[in-house]
C-alpha cells in the first residue's frame, strides 16, 4: 500500500491536485497524527463537498477493519488537508467529526452517487463504513 501512496502523493503534487488516477479532481491529500506513534502520516482520499465541508469516507475497499487515518483522526482529530486548488494546491487545517444518524447516512448515499464502488464496499463488510467530515479551522 505505501508503493501505491507514494505514487498517488508524487502524481497529486506533479498535477497540482488536478486529473489525479481515477480520483479526478476529488482527490485530497489528508495528513493526519498517528493515534500511537505521533508521527506525521499523509493519507491520500476521495473526497466530496457538503458545503464548505469536505467529506471522507473510511472503506478501506470494504476491509473488516477501519483505516489507519479514521482511528488516527478519532484520537487527534486536528489534521492537514491538501487539495487542487484554481491555482496549484490549497493547504489548511481541519477539524474532523465523524457523522452519525440520517446525516451520515445521506453523506454516504451522496459519495455512492458520485463512486458506486463505495457501495460495493459497504456490502462486502460487516462495519457500518464511518463517514468523517472536515471543516476548516481559523
Known sequence: MANWNDATIKE??????????????????????GARSR?????PLMYHRDGERYIVVASKG???????????????????????AKSGTDTFQVRATEAQGEERDRLFAERV???????EYQRNTSRKIPVMILERTG
Do not use: Q
Request: aromatic share 8%; no cysteine; net charge neutral.
Open 12 to 33: 497529486f503534487h506533479s498535477k497540482e491536485g488536478k486529473g489525479v488516477g481515477p480520483f479526478g479532481d476529488r482527490l485530497m491529500l489528508l495528513t493526519t497524527v
Open 39 to 43: 508521527e506525521e502520516r499523509i493519507s
Open 62 to 84: 470494504g476491509a473488516p477493519d477501519n483505516p489507519a487515518w479514521y482511528l488516527n483522526l478519532k484520537a487527534n482529530p486536528v489534521a492537514k488537508v491538501e487539495v487542487g
Open 113 to 119: 452517487a458520485i463512486a458506486p464502488g463505495f457501495g
